[in-house]
């Protein structure tokens, strides 16, 4: 089912992340430890109603649906909904994807028990209105699942040693940082008067037989890593792809890479 459109000025953003298609199923595959996670302690019971924002490929989206929910899954990418739409055909799951924004999203006050987002609703343009929109469509007595990777971790020693230099100068105002949503007192900024919030640390391993192989994994299924690299003179590509294997070098063991990834669990439940 179609969504609401995507506003003008986030169709580059969004063409970033469709950037991979459906290989960015491999991303998601990644960090599927985490969302593995985020769906327990959400606890989707048959029969409940359950949104998951920024779903991607739909990895998330489909977990919530071989646990009986109805599933809503949003993300403003057109290349990756219509892939989720395929992979859950696959299976044969009935999961309603569509096109949309998180900070607008096309459902009605109160539509669901629950709303997931697994390292996706972090990198809104306005954290505010996107909780203001969790909030409004998550009945009283819903529940609200997130994971969120916190400044101090290596995701985000990753983002800024290897990438940032590579990247083009950000705007003036520069956009708010995905990393506050790992931060406890920022998420209950955001979401504490309408939810009762809990909270959990996690950490992701990241296990790959080489730093090459992540790289090349990265490179052809993380949507804004193929766009940057379509974008990059061939020195400055190079340069990105050798820092990005000696950042994961580090964490080398006898076997292979094992790269640890803290990130924050938020639960909540909905005021009445």
């Given at each position: 089912?179609?969504?609401?459109?995507?506003?003008?000025?986030?169709?580059?953003?969004?063409?970033?992340?469709?950037?991979?298609?459906?290989?960015?199923?491999?991303?998601?595959?990644?960090?599927?430890?985490?969302?593995?996670?985020?769906?327990?302690?959400?606890?989707?019971?048959?029969?409940?109603?359950?949104?998951?924002?920024?779903?991607?490929?739909?990895?998330?989206?489909?977990?919530?649906?071989?646990r009986g929910a109805k599933?809503?899954?949003?993300?403003?990418?057109?290349?990756?909904?219509?892939?989720?739409?395929?992979?859950?055909?696959?299976?044969?799951?009935?999961?309603?994807?569509?096109?949309?924004?998180?900070?607008?999203?096309?459902?009605?006050?109160?539509?669901?028990?629950?709303?997931?987002?697994?390292?996706?609703?972090?990198?809104?343009?306005?954290?505010?209105?996107?909780?203001?929109?969790?909030?409004?469509?998550?009945?009283?007595?819903?529940?609200?699942?997130?994971?969120?990777?916190?400044?101090?971790?290596?995701?985000?020693?990753?983002?800024?040693?290897?990438?940032?230099?590579?990247?083009?100068?950000?705007p003036d105002p520069a956009?708010?940082?995905?990393?506050?949503?790992?931060?406890?007192?920022?998420?209950?900024?955001?979401?504490?008067?309408?939810?009762?919030?809990?909270?959990?640390?996690?950490?992701?391993?990241?296990?790959?037989?080489?730093?090459?192989?992540?790289?090349?994994?990265?490179?052809?299924?993380?949507?804004?890593?193929?766009?940057?690299?379509?974008?990059?003179?061939?020195?400055?590509?190079?340069?990105?792809?050798?820092?990005?294997?000696?950042?994961?070098?580090?964490?080398?063991?006898?076997?292979?890479?094992?790269?640890?990834?803290?990130?924050?669990?938020?639960?909540?439940?909905?005021?009445?």
């Amino acid at each position: 089912m179609a969504g609401a459109p995507v506003r003008p000025h986030k169709t580059n953003q969004a063409a970033n992340w469709a950037a991979a298609g459906r290989d960015y199923e491999k991303f998601s595959e990644d960090i599927g430890d985490a969302i593995v996670h985020c769906v327990r302690r959400l606890a989707p019971t048959p029969g409940d109603s359950v949104l998951d924002i920024a779903t991607g490929t739909g990895w998330g989206a489909r977990l919530l649906a071989r646990r009986g929910a109805k599933v809503s899954g949003i993300d403003f990418g057109d290349d990756l909904i219509t892939a989720a739409n395929e992979l859950a055909s696959t299976e044969g799951l009935a999961i309603d994807f569509r096109t949309a924004d998180a900070e607008a999203l096309p459902f009605e006050d109160n539509s669901f028990d629950a709303v997931m987002s697994t390292f996706g609703v972090i990198f809104v343009e306005h954290p505010e209105i996107a909780a203001q929109e969790i909030a409004r469509v998550c009945r009283p007595g819903g529940r609200v699942a997130l994971t969120s990777w916190p400044a101090g971790g290596s995701v985000a020693e990753l983002v800024q040693q290897v990438f940032a230099p590579l990247r083009p100068t950000p705007p003036d105002p520069a956009p708010p940082s995905q990393f506050l949503w790992g931060d406890r007192r920022r998420v209950g900024e955001l979401l504490g008067d309408a939810f009762d919030l809990k909270f959990e640390n996690g950490c992701s391993i990241l296990r790959e037989p080489s730093s090459e192989e992540i790289w090349n994994m990265w490179a052809t299924s993380h949507g804004l890593t193929v766009k940057l690299l379509q974008n990059l003179p061939t020195d400055r590509a190079t340069q990105l792809s050798r820092d990005f294997i000696a950042f994961h070098d580090q964490f080398r063991t006898e076997i292979g890479i094992a790269m640890p990834r803290d990130y924050l669990l938020t639960i909540g439940v909905r005021h009445a």
